[in-house]
């Protein structure tokens, strides 16, 4: 049965997004995949047109202005009529066989991620992935939580899944992408979708590739983004949850406080000097750990070799 859409946000793209479009088209229960150009300057939308197999089932629509990755993909919800909606970046791509493995009747359904460099992704064979379990696991907002504390790998978090999720849950609650947010939206969509009973099974079989590349927008971390995503984490410990699950949002919480701080620190002293951040990392007082903590932390990092890139790495271990 084609009952998913595959919603593409894709800004500057050109190079990459005739595979993620075919890659989205070679799946039989995709009913549409709609790309959304976000006032790309390159010739994205034009690259994604090419990339169509004639099934009347590609959509791209190029927006007028920039509005970030959130607008880009409400816009595209709003273009689809599909009762699944699975979202896949411009420079990633399917496995074969991704969503017959999904469970239909999930609010959030997702499945492990192979990440890759531009170079391995050209050659990687679905055949050699190692075997893995595909048993469903159950998360709740509690383990979600969780399991988007920074734990020292690079995208190591939970809430770089890439589930397809229900439409008929999203419209019954009201819920769209935070259209302020251009750091963590997805995070922020998956837990008030947990937050409100949502459920979300995990598989660690492999079925999404993500293609790391050094100019990746969630890797640039602008003070206005991370102060987004810092309000939206305030703004889930406002809905009712278990006295654990709030506990696991405060600790998430901290530790994007704590970036903020940096961050902040680090533009004062930027733009007024080093007198003008150690006011601020003092003012108040309890400022001043989680400031020198990430300071050494990024002094350290500074001093150790490049490790060189992995060809291929897993979300969830497998």
Known sequence: ????????????????????????????????????????????AEAALAASDGSGRLIVERQAQNGGPSAARNRAVALSQAPRIAILDADDFFLPGRFARLDPDLDLAADNIVFVTPEHAARLDPTNLPAAPREVEMLDAERFALGNLAQGVHRGELGFLKPVMSRAFLTRHGLRYDERMWLGEDFDLYMRMLLLGA???????????????????????????????EAC????????????????????????????????????KAEAGLGAALGFALAP????????????????????????????RFLLPV
């Open 233 to 268: 984490c305030r703004a889930h410990l406002e809905m009712p949850a278990s006295p654990a699950t709030q506990e696991a949002m405060r600790r998430h919480l901290r530790q994007v406080q704590a970036k903020l701080l940096l961050r902040q620190f680090l533009d004062r």
């Open 199 to 229: 459920r979300f099974g995990l598989t660690r079989a492999v079925g999404y590739a993500a293609v790391q590349r050094g100019a990746s927008l969630s890797g640039r971390h602008r003070t206005a983004d991370l102060a987004a995503l």
């Open 1 to 44: 049965m084609s009952d998913i859409c595959v919603i593409i946000a894709a800004y500057n793209a050109e190079a990459t997004i005739a595979q993620a479009v075919t890659s989205a088209l070679a799946e039989a229960e995709v009913a549409e995949v709609v790309v959304v150009d976000d006032a790309s300057s390159d010739a994205t």
């Open 285 to 312: 007082p309890a400022r001043f750990l989680p400031i020198a903590k990430g300071v050494a932390r990024d002094k350290i990092a500074a001093l150790r070799p490049p490790a060189p890139p992995r060809a291929e």
